[in-house]
């Protein structure tokens, strides 16, 4: 018995070293390998030639799980092949010698990778051949010409990219979904053209290096554009969706106001898990604890997925008129008090205001319950109360989610509308039974004055803002005073005046608007600086005024200039 226990071990021990032996060099096509001190270096057998690296079975794949930490491609190797790395678990760090020109399909996808050197000659790099990787800082060759799809997809660490400019080609999603990389360089002359999601779910304040002297052109280039570039104010955020730069989000002292037009990026998963989700966390989150007011303009229709989570600070929130979804957790951990849903909300998101202890009123607009997901409401106090139109109670009353209140109660609620009478459109007001409308920004109308806001055509009385209150459904309008003027030319394109620096601290120059008068309204059309300007370059000295958002209005003989400025 004891020989043919011993003769087994020895059986074993013979394979052992022989499947040993066997594991550490051998060839693969005109492809020699060796594996040494957790190496695995790769060359070409012939003693003179290049060869490429087939995409059969490599010998080398068994060692995957291995502790190979570093590869190494030598010179007049021409090729690395689809998958020819994938799911090395312990890989970190590869060479790449300067006869490769293609890295095949998901070369390296799945590894740990974190520093990769290139030859010079690469010019091909496949869909998803570094997928997944802990790559951290990225500088492609001067040679590279395609990137592939998905290319650097999934790499949480990336945070600096660098392409030059000979690339032609970037695949949809080759840098997508990378919450980290924050740095991105290129070198073109002109922005190349590259699809929408290219950089998807990368950071939302991601800044654009590119060659002095082509800043605006890169601002005004699709995709590029959603990008921070040159001195572009680092608390300003492109977060629209799908395109960035449709939504913008201004943080000034402790007040972010969101505008634009259309939908705000998701910060989290959506709810129905498709395209509609990114990993960025929102750019604003560093001012969690500081941030105390959020007004989002007309225009937007969605606040995305835990677009606020956890901004403590966050006791006011005005939402949109035309908002249409509060997506899930937007608002969750917040120290809300108090809530107004506008009426053209439909679809409230799950946990969207939960755990937000100081909620204690949530008014809703809507005569048709809004759908709710679930917990939307979970952990505020159990005294809050909702406040909904009057006749619209039953319907709350008996509606998922909604009819879980202990107080539900009707209020009376009116709609000002405001008739411009020829001029420019106002939004229309909901202003609760009792309470004092809103003053408006004033509307506009060549070669007219606008005089305010009466409460019938006949202007025999003027409605006063501060301290009139709606008792019923009503219509303002507005009076003009004819100027007589010609050949008026009216603007309101921002570009037409010139106010720099935008942001500004405490001064801001005006320039080319010798002789025009200057005022300063809030973005409710109170005026709080009246100035001449006499000088080609005026400055214009607004410290005594609290950060926010600002209108300039310049207007000589009828032309009228407006710009929106902000105030740090």
């Known amino acids: 018995m004891k020989k ?64 190979i930490s570093t590869i190494i491609i030598e010179d007049r190797v021409t090729t690395i092949a689809a998958q020819a790395f994938v799911n090395f678990t312990e890989l970190t760090t590869v060479v790449i010698g300067n006869s490769v020109t293609i890295i095949g399909f998901a070369a390296f996808a799945y590894t740990p990778l974190t520093s990769v050197t290139f030859g010079k000659n690469v010019e091909i790099i496949e869909n998803a051949a ?76 991601a800044r654009l290096n590119v060659p002095a002297g082509l800043e605006n052109l890169y601002r005004n280039a699709p995709v590029w554009g959603n990008f921070l570039i040159g001195n572009d104010n680092p608390n300003v955020w492109r977060i629209g969706s799908p395109n960035m730069a449709d939504v913008t989000a201004v943080l000034s002292g402790n007040t972010l106001t969101i505008r634009g037009t259309g939908n705000m990026m998701h910060f989290g998963f959506a709810q129905d898990m498709t395209l509609e989700y990114n990993v960025t966390t929102a750019p604003w989150r560093g001012a969690s604890t500081t941030l105390e007011t959020v007004i989002i303009d007309n225009g937007v229709t969605s606040v995305g997925v835990m677009a606020f989570l956890g901004c403590v600070g966050l006791t006011s929130v005005i939402l949109p008129n035309r908002l249409e979804t509060i997506g899930g957790s ?28 100081n909620l204690e009123s949530v008014i809703s607009l809507n005569p048709t319950p809004p759908m709710l997901g679930s917990n939307v409401f979970l952990g505020i106090p159990n005294d809050a109360c909702v406040f909904v139109p009057e006749s619209s109670l039953n319907a709350y009353q008996t509606a998922d989610g909604w009819s879980e209140f202990l107080c539900l109660q009707a209020s009376f609620f009116h709609t000002v509308t405001f008739s411009s009478q020829g001029g420019s459109d106002v939004e229309s007001q909901t202003v609760e039974h009792g ?6 920004i004033s509307p506009r109308r060549r070669n007219y004055t606008f005089e305010g806001w009466y409460i019938d055509t006949t202007f025999a009385t003027a409605w006063d803002f501060a301290t009139d209150v709606v008792v019923s459904d009503m219509t303002l309008f507005a009076k003009w005073t004819f100027n007589g003027a010609t050949n008026i030319v ?37 005026i709080v600086h009246t100035q001449q300007i006499t000088k080609p370059l005026e400055t214009v000295n607004l410290q005594g005024l609290p950060a926010g958002i600002y209108i300039l209005r310049l207007e000589k003989n009828g032309e009228v200039r407006t710009a929106r400025i902000v105030k740090q």
């Not at 003179?48 to 995957?64: F, H, I, K, L, V």
């Not at 080609?169 to 290129?186: D, H, K, M, W, Y």
């Not at 601290?505 to 973005?523: C, G, P, Y």
């Open 435 to 440: 309470e004092t409308a809103e003053r408006p």
């Open 4 to 67: 043919i226990i011993a003769s087994f071990v020895a059986t074993l021990l013979i394979f052992a070293t022989a499947q040993s032996s066997f594991a550490q060099s051998g060839t693969f096509g005109e492809l020699s390998w060796s594996i040494a001190n957790n190496t695995l270096t790769i060359g070409v057998t012939a003693d003179t030639g290049s060869a490429p690296m087939n995409n059969d079975w490599a010998p080398w794949s068994r060692y995957a799980d291995s502790s």
């Open 130 to 205: 570094f997928f997944g990787t802990k790559l951290r800082f990225l500088v492609l060759p001067n040679s590279v010409t395609s990137i592939g799809m998905q290319a650097f997809q999934q790499s949480p660490e990336l945070t600096a990219v660098t392409i030059p400019s000979s690339v032609t080609s970037i695949g949809t999603q080759a840098f997508a979904f990378n919450p980290a990389l924050a740095s991105v360089t290129v070198e073109w002359d002109q922005p190349l053209g590259i699809p929408a999601f290219v950089f998807f779910g990368i950071s939302a304040n």
């Open 330 to 357: 937007a608002f969750s951990n917040t120290g809300l008090t108090s809530v107004t849903i506008p009426s053209s909300v439909t679809t409230i998101g799950i946990a969207a205001f939960q755990n937000s202890p």
């Open 490 to 526: 009216e603007t309101h394109e921002p570009a037409s005046l010139q106010a720099f620096p935008n942001p500004f601290i405490n001064e801001i120059h005006i320039a080319d608007a010798e002789d025009f008068s200057l005022q300063v309204l809030t973005q409710t059309g109170i």
